[in-house]
């Protein structure tokens, strides 16, 4: 399994970004019943979680990120995606995606969000 993500890069504070992350090495009914997340890591920060999508398709954000990202699936494309707006320099960091899947955790590759003041 590889998660292969897309998309970051610099940005203004107030602009937006979408991630993307596509999965292979699966088949689409077994994507189509994992819970994709987001997680973040700002400099010298833990990794915290951002968000979260489940099989049914039911949404999590953390509060720092509620009313401003949207996390969405297309199950066709086994991609999930994560749609920034109102990006404060706080929202600076290294974005992975993340599943579970037989006792293993999958991260993609990891992708820069730079957000200047």
């Known amino acids: 399994v590889q998660l292969v993500q897309s998309g970051g890069g610099l940005v203004q504070g107030g602009g937006s970004l979408r991630l993307s992350c596509k999965a292979s090495?699966?088949?689409?009914?077994?994507?189509?019943?994992?819970?994709i997340n987001w997680y973040r890591q700002a400099p010298g920060k833990q990794r915290e979680s951002v968000a979260n999508?489940?099989?049914?398709?039911?949404?999590n954000y953390a509060h720092a990120v509620k009313g401003r990202f949207t996390i969405s699936r297309d199950n066709g494309k086994k991609t999930v995606y994560l749609q920034m707006n109102s990006l404060t320099p706080d929202d600076t960091g290294v974005y992975y995606c993340?599943?579970?899947?037989?006792?293993?955790?999958?991260w993609g590759q990891g992708t820069q969000v730079t957000v200047s003041s």
């Open positions: 993340y599943l579970y899947r037989q006792g293993t955790d999958y």
């Open positions: 090495g699966m088949i689409t009914s077994e994507f189509n019943s994992k819970t």
């Open positions: 999508i489940t099989a049914e398709r039911v949404t």
